[in-house]
């Protein structure tokens, strides 16, 4: 199936990606943190028969030129509009992976209307592990914090600590070890970080949207995600069953196609 490279320019910046199939329905797909439009291609290409996937670089990743030094809801909107535009249709459904899926839910505040389904797959925040306590750290200071020209060598130094404590695990250590190493990842890393702060995952708020907005959303979580704690995730979502349907995989944190493709043919 062919690949069309694309390009869309924001008030922001300029997204690029990857374009599959022509019809309809609409698709957009998010990647996760520090993959990129490819990463979503077979997952895509499952889905494109009769139907078009854009598959989009998020700010701070892939081949996308972001000018600012977050993005929010309101931006990703912005893209998805752009795209619309470009299809002559007003509808799309949204997949979402890991850090995709929680920017998928949270544009159901800002365009509503525009949105068919929701697909997210191991949504960030819905118990995510040891990352889940730089949750609180507010937008302001996060931005401060990004900037402070001693924070790198802080993160890795904390983290070894509590590693040889044994208050948390090797992995917060060597996820900073690699994402510190060069100056692209180190922009993609903190731009990411300081972004999600705009994204909420609080189920009440996520409640409340899906009551009012009545939109169809799966919820797909794997039973043996190394980065979300399924226990921690179902019991979040246990607060969203009457309004969010919940399905179990088993593959870890990626995306599962032969998994998931029939969930998504079976409700386009």
Same mark, same amino acid.
């Given at each position: $199936?062919?690949?069309?490279?694309?390009?869309?320019?924001?008030?922001?910046?300029?997204?690029?990606?990857?374009?599959?199939? +022509?019809?309809?329905?609409?698709?957009?797909?998010?990647?996760?943190?520090?993959?990129?439009?490819?990463?979503?291609?077979?997952?895509?290409?499952?889905?494109?028969?009769?139907?078009?996937?854009?598959?989009?670089?998020?700010?701070?990743?892939?081949?996308?030129?972001?000018?600012?030094?977050?993005?929010?809801?309101?931006?990703?909107?912005?893209?998805?509009?752009?795209? $619309? +535009?470009?299809?002559?249709?007003?509808?799309?459904?949204?997949?979402?992976?890991?850090?995709?899926?929680?920017?998928?839910?949270?544009?159901?505040?800002?365009?509503?209307?525009?949105?068919?389904?929701?697909?997210?797959?191991?949504?960030?925040?819905?118990?995510?592990?040891?990352?889940?306590?730089?949750?609180?750290?507010?937008?302001?200071?996060?931005?401060?914090?990004?900037?402070?020209?001693?924070?790198?060598?802080?993160?890795?130094?904390?983290?070894?600590?509590?590693?040889?404590?044994?208050?948390?695990?090797?992995?917060?250590?060597?996820?900073?070890?690699?994402?510190?190493?060069?100056?692209?990842?180190?922009?993609? $890393?903190?731009?990411?970080?300081?972004?999600?702060?705009?994204?909420?995952?609080?189920?009440?708020?996520?409640?409340?949207?899906?009551?009012?907005?009545?939109?169809?959303?799966?919820?797909?979580?794997?039973?043996?995600?190394?980065?979300?704690?399924?226990?921690?995730?179902?019991?979040? $979502?246990?607060?969203?069953?009457?309004?969010?349907?919940?399905?179990?995989?088993?593959?870890?944190?990626?995306?599962?196609?032969?998994?998931?493709?029939?969930?998504?043919?079976?409700?386009?």
């Amino acid at each position: $199936m062919q690949e069309v490279s694309f390009s869309i320019t924001t008030s922001k910046g300029i997204i690029r990606g990857v374009k599959v199939g +022509e019809g309809r329905p609409l698709f957009i797909g998010f990647h996760g943190f520090a993959n990129n439009a490819r990463y979503m291609l077979p997952f895509a290409k499952s889905l494109a028969n009769n139907s078009t996937f854009y598959a989009i670089d998020l700010p701070f990743h892939g081949d996308s030129d972001w000018q600012h030094a977050h993005f929010t809801a309101p931006d990703i909107a912005e893209i998805c509009q752009k795209i $619309m +535009e470009i299809e002559g249709c007003s509808l799309f459904s949204i997949v979402g992976f890991s850090m995709g899926g929680r920017i998928g839910i949270n544009l159901l505040e800002v365009i509503p209307e525009s949105i068919d389904k929701l697909y997210l797959i191991s949504p960030d925040g819905f118990g995510t592990r040891w990352i889940r306590h730089l949750e609180k750290i507010p937008f302001k200071f996060r931005l401060k914090l990004a900037n402070w020209d001693r924070i790198d060598l802080a993160l890795l130094k904390f983290t070894k600590f509590l590693e040889i404590t044994g208050a948390i695990n090797g992995l917060p250590h060597r996820f900073f070890k690699n994402h510190l190493n060069d100056i692209q990842r180190r922009t993609r $890393m903190f731009g990411s970080w300081v972004s999600l702060s705009h994204f909420s995952v609080k189920p009440r708020r996520i409640r409340k949207n899906l009551k009012r907005t009545g939109k169809d959303v799966i919820l797909i979580f794997d039973r043996n995600d190394p980065i979300i704690s399924n226990k921690k995730a179902i019991r979040r $979502m246990s607060r969203l069953k009457a309004y969010a349907n919940l399905v179990q995989t088993d593959g870890g944190h990626k995306i599962t196609v032969d998994a998931i493709q029939p969930l998504i043919q079976q409700n386009k």
